[in-house]
């Protein structure tokens, strides 16, 4: 059965140290209930992966920061590693990907954590909805801006009317 977004649930997990990527991903839950989703907005330090033992109803979007080389936020570190020590398979999950990073100052680690996080999904038989937006904030003054008219794009090609 097809449903609609406004009965379509879309869960925005991030990971974040210094405020930004939640910021994001705070504008991202106000901008879905504006696009008819029922949005929920929490830290990857709240779940763990049973969240996705309702993946055949809910479409998830994952925001992080990178920090240090590459690495993931420390909010982000035991979801992660839960996926890591514990593989499931995540076959009927369905995601977008948002990563932040520094690229003129870590040009080989650019959005580091947000490559970690779907190459983990990913081998676990995730789907991915599209490319990932890769934000850089050394660059971008309003990234809540750039990502919002990005989840615009991403909601009218992958939204829950466009789901089988």
Same mark, same amino acid.
């Given at each position: 059965?097809?449903?609609?977004?406004?009965?379509?649930?879309?869960?925005?997990?991030?990971g974040s140290s210094g405020?930004?990527?939640?910021?994001?991903?705070?504008? +991202?839950?106000? &901008? #879905?209930?504006?696009?008819?989703?029922?949005?929920?907005?929490? #830290?990857?330090?709240?779940?763990?992966?049973?969240?996705?033992?309702?993946?055949?109803?809910?479409?998830? +979007?994952?925001?992080?920061?990178?920090?240090?080389?590459?690495?993931?936020?420390e909010n982000a570190r035991?979801?992660?590693?839960?996926? &890591?020590?514990?593989?499931?398979?995540?076959?009927?999950?369905?995601?977008? +990907?948002?990563?932040?990073?520094?690229?003129a100052g870590h040009p080989?680690?650019?959005?580091?954590?947000?490559? +970690?996080?779907?190459?983990?999904?990913?081998?676990?038989?995730?789907?991915?909805?599209?490319?990932?937006?890769?934000?850089?904030?050394?660059?971008?003054?309003?990234? &809540?801006?750039?990502?919002?008219?990005?989840?615009?794009?991403?909601?009218?090609?992958?939204?829950?009317?466009?789901?089988?």
């Amino acid at each position: 059965m097809t449903t609609t977004p406004s009965t379509q649930p879309l869960m925005i997990l991030y990971g974040s140290s210094g405020g930004t990527a939640e910021s994001v991903a705070q504008a +991202l839950g106000m &901008e #879905a209930s504006d696009l008819g989703w029922s949005p929920t907005v929490q #830290a990857l330090d709240t779940v763990d992966p049973g969240v996705f033992d309702a993946a055949a109803e809910t479409t998830f +979007l994952f925001c992080t920061s990178t920090t240090g080389a590459g690495d993931l936020p420390e909010n982000a570190r035991r979801f992660f590693e839960t996926l &890591e020590q514990q593989p499931r398979y995540l076959g009927s999950v369905r995601y977008g +990907l948002l990563g932040l990073g520094d690229e003129a100052g870590h040009p080989h680690t650019f959005c580091g954590a947000a490559h +970690l996080i779907d190459e983990r999904l990913q081998d676990l038989g995730a789907q991915r909805l599209g490319p990932p937006l890769l934000i850089d904030t050394a660059h971008s003054d309003q990234p &809540e801006t750039v990502a919002v008219e990005w989840l615009r794009a991403w909601s009218a090609t992958h939204g829950a009317a466009t789901q089988d």
